[in-house]
């Protein structure tokens, strides 16, 4: 008889109330849970990844330069925040470190469209004879130049795009071409 009686009261607990509002409540969380599992499919995409080596090429020189240098771009990315650094391709493993001090661009990664601006160096921007060391670079050359740089990302390897030099009346047009992390600038030096 005991036996009968604790289980009428345990059958009381679950009654069509509380299983219709269990039942409610967890289909309803089970519904919300795909409604937003279905949008983060169908609109919210992280963007591309970028190389993190690219070696520009110049469309013409910079009118600040007798001869412009062939610079690679260090590219830093967080989703869609980009850091950036322009290293001369010549000396890319010995200076890169210096560079990476003195140059330094920041900007965004929006519609497949990469935005860069900063400040660079003269001498990273110009091709300075390699007989001048850090130690001996003139003021004027070791002065900060903003630059902007504005990429459109396609699905070809080499990206096309445009740098601004403050001092240039005009945008100058770039080529980035991707580069391995361990390659030299072979590449660009052909150019």
């Known amino acids: 008889m005991f036996k009968l009686h604790s289980f009428s009261i345990t059958m009381h607990h679950f009654n069509l109330k509380s299983l219709t509002f269990y039942g409610v409540a967890i289909s309803s969380v089970l519904l919300l849970f795909k409604v937003v599992t279905a949008y983060g499919e169908s609109n919210l995409k992280a963007p591309p990844a970028m190389k993190s080596r690219y070696g520009l090429v110049f469309n013409e020189k910079f009118p600040i330069c007798e001869k412009s240098n062939v610079l690679v771009l260090n590219i830093q990315q967080s989703g869609i925040y980009l850091n950036g650094f322009l290293l001369p391709a010549s000396s890319y493993t010995k200076s890169s470190k210096l560079s990476e001090t003195t140059s330094s661009l920041t900007g965004r990664l929006e519609n497949r469209q990469?935005?860069?601006?900063?400040?660079?160096?003269?001498?990273?921007?110009?091709?300075?004879?390699?007989?001048?060391?850090?130690?001996?670079?003139?003021?004027?050359?070791?002065?900060?130049?903003?630059?902007?740089?504005?990429?459109?990302?396609?699905?070809?390897?080499?990206?096309?795009?445009?740098?601004?030099?403050?001092?240039?009346?005009?945008?100058?047009?770039?080529?980035?071409?991707?580069?391995?992390?361990?390659?030299?600038?072979?590449?660009?030096?052909?150019?």
């Open 114 to 191: 990469l935005s860069l601006s900063g400040k660079a160096p003269r001498y990273i921007l110009c091709n300075l004879s390699t007989s001048q060391t850090q130690e001996n670079i003139s003021q004027k050359d070791n002065s900060s130049i903003p630059v902007n740089i504005q990429i459109q990302l396609t699905d070809k390897e080499d990206l096309r795009g445009e740098i601004n030099v403050t001092g240039t009346s005009k945008a100058i047009g770039l080529i980035a071409i991707p580069q391995k992390e361990n390659e030299q600038s072979e590449q660009s030096n052909s150019h």
